[in-house]
């Protein structure tokens, strides 16, 4: 697999996986809360390979690439308080800290993505990058709030109110980072897309070039061979 298409495969997994942690997140009536954890799992472990993909796929050091990791090692940090029996207050201070790590991974990708504001491409990426870090930020507060309930005994009406308010900032927070995710998809396949096109673009003009120089050549020995017969 090349580079490109393991940029691009890894923003379609980044992209689908934060969806569904985003519906997994949401309580939605018809979805069992059992079922919605699962989703959330599911999504995060997608996040965490595209993400991961993504970062391999950049080849050279860069930002960009640092911030990818930092994202994929955010959600591997939520997936362990998801999945491994710690105390709730553990397994909350752990999903808190994925999703500071997230943010702090879009952040950086930012970083080298303002470096070339006149590409339409880097708007893209650009905006879903910072729609991303919003959201992430959005569940770490909301993690947060969560934590401060468990401390003054009152986690279970929080818990409560959280799940019968669709507009919470755990949920919001979701969809706002899965349309960052899905713009920022779209910013990478033209980017990916037009970079293919330039390498054609040369790869042609090259061959173009040694066309016309091959009747050149050819002339060149056809000289050589009137003048060889003509003294010898």
Do not use: H
Not at 83 to 106: E, P, R
Not at 164 to 174: A, Q
């Amino acid at each position: 697999m090349d580079n490109q298409l393991k940029e691009i495969f890894g923003a379609w997994l980044a992209a689908i996986g934060t969806v569904t942690a985003a519906v997994g997140s949401t309580p939605f009536r018809s979805l069992g809360e059992n079922f919605r954890k699962d989703l959330n799992l599911i999504g995060n472990e997608l996040q965490a390979v595209g993400n991961a993909l993504e970062a391999d796929g950049q080849g050279e050091e860069n930002l960009e690439k640092i911030g990818n990791e930092l994202q994929s090692v955010g959600n591997v940090t939520v997936i362990s308080g998801l999945v491994i029996d710690f105390k709730d207050i553990t397994q909350q201070k752990l999903i808190i800290s994925g999703n500071w790590i997230q943010a702090l991974g879009g952040a950086t990708a930012l970083g080298d993505e303002f470096q070339d504001t006149s590409d339409i491409n880097e708007i893209y990426n650009i905006i879903g990058n910072l729609l991303q870090v919003i959201g992430n930020s959005l569940q770490a507060l909301s993690g947060i709030n969560e934590l401060k309930a468990s401390y003054i005994d009152n986690k279970e009406s929080f818990e409560k109110e959280k799940d019968n308010n669709i507009w919470s900032l755990d949920v919001v927070g979701s969809w706002i980072q899965a349309i960052g995710s899905v713009i920022s998809l779209i910013g990478q396949i033209q980017e990916e897309s037009e970079e293919q096109s330039n390498e054609n673009e040369e790869n042609n003009s090259e061959d173009s070039d040694d066309e016309q120089d091959s009747p050149i050549q050819g002339n060149r020995r056809r000289c050589k061979n009137v003048i060889s017969n003509k003294y010898f």
